[in-house]
């Protein structure tokens, strides 16, 4: 069946960038999304980006795509203390959203 | 604003009680979903509604059952609640058609003893 896998920590200082990334099994994908969940909260769309297109850029973030690997990234750029929480990515080419198991990013000061 | 609100943040029940978990979304979302959120295993769906009185299983829908007897409510039950149940519950509603975001509620963190 489809799967969506990711690390589950990434640690970084306060400035520099953060890389998370994902990896998906469906081919037939044709939406891809990150979300956000800060702690004792639901989760939030943060960006998405349609199968056809290699780049987004919305700000500090950036979201890369390799439909040939099947891999997605994302990009915060300046990371800061506030940017700490967990990361989904998710994929979606049917009926069901396939959520990635989250990358829980820290934020060292 | 849009908004998803669970009944409950934190709930504590005994092995074999009944669990209801009320979901209420004020958007006129045609779809709603439950989803169980475990460490290291992400987000399971475990039903979804596309409208009203109607359900489709998701991935692990044994021992749980829903219901949606008004568009902006959807409900979760577990018939005799078990230790394996203990969990994060997330509920989520979305506009019909399979791309739109999925809006979360906060979440109900259940124990069950």
């Known amino acids: 069946g489809e799967d969506v896998e990711q690390s589950l920590f990434l640690s970084v200082r306060e400035g520099d960038s953060s890389v998370i990334n994902c990896t998906y099994t469906?081919?037939?994908?044709?939406?891809l999304y990150w979300y956000k969940q800060e702690p004792g909260a639901g989760l939030q769309l943060l960006t998405y980006?349609?199968?056809?297109?290699d780049m987004k850029q919305d700000q500090r973030l950036t979201v890369l795509l390799n439909k040939k690997d099947k891999h997605l990234s994302l990009r915060i750029a300046d990371t800061q203390t506030g940017d700490s929480a967990i990361y989904f990515c998710?994929?979606?080419?049917?009926?069901?959203?396939?959520f990635g198991a989250g990358t829980r990013l820290f934020v060292k000061a | 604003d849009v908004k998803v609100t669970q009944s409950s943040r934190y709930l504590v029940k005994r092995t074999g009680e009944k669990v209801f978990l009320e979901c209420v979304q004020d958007?006129?979302?045609?779809?709603m979903f439950w989803y169980r959120q475990d460490p290291g295993l992400g987000l399971r769906l475990i039903y979804f509604?596309?409208?009203?009185?109607?359900?489709e299983k998701g991935d692990i829908p044994e021992g749980y059952s829903v219901s949606r007897e008004k568009k902006e409510r959807f409900s979760l039950i577990l018939e005799s609640a078990s230790t394996n149940q203990t969990s994060m519950y997330l509920c989520?509603?979305?506009?019909?058609?399979?791309?739109?975001?999925?809006?979360f509620g906060p979440g109900t963190r259940l124990t069950v003893t």
């Open positions: 989520a509603s979305s506009l019909r058609g399979v791309a739109y975001e999925q809006y």
């Open positions: 469906d081919s037939s994908s044709t939406y």
């Open positions: 980006i349609f199968s056809n297109m």
């Open positions: 998710a994929e979606t080419g049917g009926f069901k959203t396939i």
């Open positions: 958007m006129d979302h045609e779809n």
């Open positions: 509604s596309y409208d009203v009185k109607m359900k």
